[in-house]
T-cell receptor, first 111, second 112 residues
Framework: ETGVTQTPRHLVMGMTNKKSLKCEQHLGHNAMYWYKQSAKKPLELMFVYNFKEQTENNSVPSRFSPECPNSSHLFLHLHTLQPEDSALYLC??????????FGPGTRLTVL | GQSLEQPSEVTAVEGAIVQINCTYQTSGFYGLSWYQQHDGGAPTFLSYNGLDGLEETGRFSSFLSRSDSYGYLLLQELQMKDSASYFCAVNIRMNRDDKIIFGKGTRLHILP
């Protein structure tokens, strides 16, 4: 595996479900990011981790809970989501912020 | 606050040249990046300008004028595969943390 991988690629869940998104980077980077991309909206930065420490939380609702066990892995735990949370969730990694490598994303649909 | 402006759509002809502009209002600015995203794909990094002037990478060039808070992406010898969305992003430093803020993206349509 090379680059940034994300699983699952597609996820359909009900509002009462709990699920997790996984991201793994094989680039030796020290920073990892979660973004949300909705139709006709800019990429929204959700969380940033530097050397496993969370350095940014952009006022994200608590129903989204990130976890970074080491500098190569990043999770996004989801619970009691709303239909408006349906979007493409992108993970990225970088050695410095100017050059980010994105994973393929998880297309999330909340019913 | 922080803001970026870029056109929502641009149309050009195969083989031609197209320029996508980006203006920004930010504090703590230190660089401008460009990303490409094809439908159904992930954004991929294209270029970065930390200093004023032109950076060239093959058919793509990017320009920055810090005094005008303005930059552009120039695509030459357009090919059908260049049909995609292009995002400018400002790199800023706030409270000793580096951040990146993306624009809404410009959808580039290429006509044969």
């Amino acid at each position: 595996e090379t680059g940034v991988t994300q699983t699952p690629r597609h996820l359909v869940m009900g509002m009462t479900n709990k699920k997790s998104l996984k991201c793994e980077q094989h680039l030796g980077h020290n920073a990892m990011y979660w973004y949300k991309q909705s139709a006709k909206k800019p990429l929204e930065l959700m969380f940033v981790y530097n050397f496993k420490e969370q350095t940014e939380n952009n006022s994200v609702p608590s129903r989204f809970s990130p976890e970074c066990p080491n500098s190569s892995h990043l999770f996004l735990h989801l619970h009691t989501l709303q239909p408006e949370d349906s979007a493409l969730y992108l993970c990225a990694s970088s050695q410095d912020t100017r050059d980010q490598f994105f994973g393929p994303g998880t297309r999330l649909t909340v019913l | 606050g922080q803001s970026l402006e870029q056109p929502s759509e641009v149309t050009a002809v195969e083989g031609a040249i197209v320029q996508i502009n980006c203006t920004y209002q930010t504090s703590g600015f230190y660089g401008l990046s460009w990303y490409q995203q094809h439908d159904g794909g992930a954004p991929t990094f294209l270029s970065y300008n930390g200093l004023d002037g032109l950076e060239e990478t093959g058919r793509f060039s990017s320009f920055l004028s810090r005094s005008d808070s303005y930059g552009y992406l120039l695509l030459q010898e357009l090919q059908m595969k260049d049909s995609a969305s292009y995002f400018c992003a400002v790199n800023i430093r706030m409270n000793r943390d580096d951040k990146i803020i993306f624009g809404k993206g410009t959808r580039l349509h290429i006509l044969p």
